[in-house]
């Protein structure tokens, strides 16, 4: 397997930010949003909203991963939510409500290359610093910017 750039999964279209907002609301956006990359809307939605009911993907630091893999996706891609403020209710693993959202979209049967690209935002934002940096940045290009260095 290659190694994985964060680079090629993301892009500034596939960021948005809000001041307050429920997990329910974050999930809804991020789909929405991520449109042009989920093959058919629809069905990618309802399979995030199935996925999360299974278990919260809230896993601590302020970090959710929602993720799934599904036929009807292309290629695996990354979308990304800044929740500023103090965060967004997740139930997650430590408690900690959530300021970063990496929605993760992909083909069935490609589980090691979406392991390496959850492997890889995992070590990313295990950097505090990285953390601060996102959760603070002004723009979607400056979000890309900041994950495309990995």
């Known amino acids: 397997m290659s190694i994985i750039r964060i680079a090629n999964y993301i892009s500034p ?3 948005m930010f809000w001041e307050s907002v429920s997990k329910e609301r974050a999930l809804r956006d991020l789909c929405a949003l991520s449109r042009d990359s989920a093959g058919d809307l629809n069905l990618f939605t309802e399979a995030v909203f199935q996925r ?3 278990m919260s993907t809230g896993l601590g630091m302020g970090v959710a991963f929602p993720h799934v893999k599904i ?3 292309p290629d695996f891609f990354v979308t990304v939510g ?3 403020g103090e965060g967004a209710e997740w139930d997650s693993f430590d408690g900690s409500l959530v300021n970063i959202i990496f929605l993760i979209g992909g083909p069935d049967g490609q589980q090691a290359r979406y392991l390496g690209i959850l492997s890889k935002l995992s ?3 295990k950097n505090p610093k990285t953390r601060d940096a996102l959760s603070s940045a002004s723009s979607p290009e400056e979000v890309a910017g900041l ?3 990995y």
Request: proline share 6%.
């Open 13 to 15: 279209k596939r960021v």
């Open 52 to 54: 999360e009911s299974v």
């Open 71 to 73: 036929p009807s996706i």
């Open 82 to 84: 800044i929740v500023r």
């Open 123 to 125: 070590l990313v934002v």
């Open 147 to 149: 994950l495309g260095k």
